[in-house]
């Protein structure tokens, strides 16, 4: 049962503070996403990947976000300095690029900056 | 800027009847469209799709239905089950795979 993986499950930590988050995406898959879910925005594109290769990080404030792939096995989400604002749950997704597919979610992690 | 809106943040039902979701969309560049569902603590799972180029697909208790002219897409879910109790997010996406998620849904049937 192939499924995305994601560490931590849940992090707290002081502002200021730097957060790595971590994810394994399906065996095979060529496209990784990252989300954050937030009660008002819903669920927000931050990066993502095809590839190893960023396509488009719109999505993330740069002064304090950024997202690699160091292998096709691992994707990483940083955040540092760490603030408040950025308590969320954070997801992973991948999925195989062929047109109109869907893609397939880590079970997230919850980040609280205190 | 919100391209997929769901302007119901909650819907209560009664286990046995239908339910029914509505999502709005502004983008026609959109060409397919996504019902994923998400129980607490974990990451949403997908549930059902539809192409730009149908105006209706159904999966077992899953109906996903598309009005293009109206940029509006409703699923019903008949008959609700109790484990249908979760958040339900529409998403649309094109070409180039993203997806854009509206804010969910969140559905309570009740027993």
């Known amino acids: 049962d192939a499924r995305v993986t994601q560490t931590p499950r849940h992090k707290v930590t002081e502002m200021g503070q730097e957060v790595t988050m971590r994810c394994q995406p399906i065996?095979?898959?060529?496209?990784v996403f990252w989300y954050r879910q937030t009660m008002m925005q819903g669920l927000e594109l931050l990066a993502y990947?095809?590839?190893?290769?960023?396509?488009?990080d719109s999505g993330m404030p740069k002064d304090r976000f950024s997202a690699e792939m160091p292998d096709a096995t691992l994707a990483t989400l940083k955040i540092q300095p760490s603030e408040p604002r950025d308590s969320a749950v954070y997801f992973c997704?991948?999925?195989?690029?062929?047109?109109?597919?869907?893609?397939?979610f880590g079970p997230g992690t919850r980040l609280l900056v205190l | 800027d919100q391209q997929v809106k769901q302007n119901s943040p909650s819907l209560s039902v009664q286990e046995g009847r239908i339910s029914i979701l509505n999502c709005d969309y502004t983008?026609?560049?959109?060409?397919?469209f996504l019902w994923y569902k998400k129980y607490p603590a974990e990451g949403p799972t997908f549930l059902i799709s539809?192409?730009?180029?149908?105006d209706k697909n159904e999966d077992g208790r899953f109906t996903v239905f598309l009005n293009k002219s109206a940029k509006h897409l409703s699923l019903h879910i008949v008959p609700s089950q109790p484990g249908d109790s979760a958040v339900y997010f529409c998403?649309?996406?094109?070409?180039?795979?993203?997806?854009?998620f509206g804010a969910g849904t969140t559905v309570t049937v009740r027993a």
């Open positions: 998403a649309a996406g094109s070409n180039d795979y993203k997806l854009s």
């Open positions: 065996l095979g898959h060529n496209t």
């Open positions: 983008n026609s560049m959109f060409d397919y």
């Open positions: 990947f095809r590839n190893r290769a960023p396509l488009d």
């Open positions: 539809i192409s730009s180029i149908k």
């Open positions: 997704a991948s999925g195989s690029y062929r047109g109109q597919e869907t893609q397939y």
